[in-house]
């Protein structure tokens, strides 16, 4: 059984930084994209970021383009999202996600999820 757990979240003020961490543990984790996606209430999920197992193919959200980066440590089996010049907006809860099957910027073709970190941007 694949677990993935997000930790990083927190409380920060409007133009400074968070790294998020996803770590993958279970079953024969091992060479899929992961992705982060995020959510606030009465919306639905957003595509965040993706990134392919060896770390070279990797997507960004337009309004998260230029600001957030993710990264990999497949030896760990740990993605990460390092956010910068954070905004309001971009309080959230953000899930970790592995494995999807079709298109990788759609939530529901992902088999796994984390349990999800919120992030507070401060004005």
């Known amino acids: 059984q694949v677990q993935l757990v997000e930790s990083g979240g927190g409380l920060v003020q409007a133009g400074g930084s968070l790294r998020l961490s996803c770590a993958a543990s279970g079953g024969t984790f091992g060479n899929v994209p992961m992705g982060w996606f995020r959510q606030t209430p009465g919306k639905e999920r957003e595509f965040v970021a993706v990134i392919g197992w060896s770390g070279v193919t990797a997507f960004y959200g337009d309004s998260v383009k230029g600001r957030f980066a993710i990264s990999i440590d497949n030896t760990k089996n740990t993605v990460y999202l390092q956010m910068n010049s954070l905004k309001a907006e971009d309080t959230a809860v953000y899930y970790c996600?592995?494995?999807?099957?079709?298109?990788?910027?759609?939530?529901?073709?992902?088999?796994?999820w984390g349990q999800g970190t919120r992030v507070t941007v401060s004005s």
């Open positions: 996600a592995a494995d999807p099957e079709g298109s990788w910027k759609n939530p529901a073709d992902y088999s796994f």
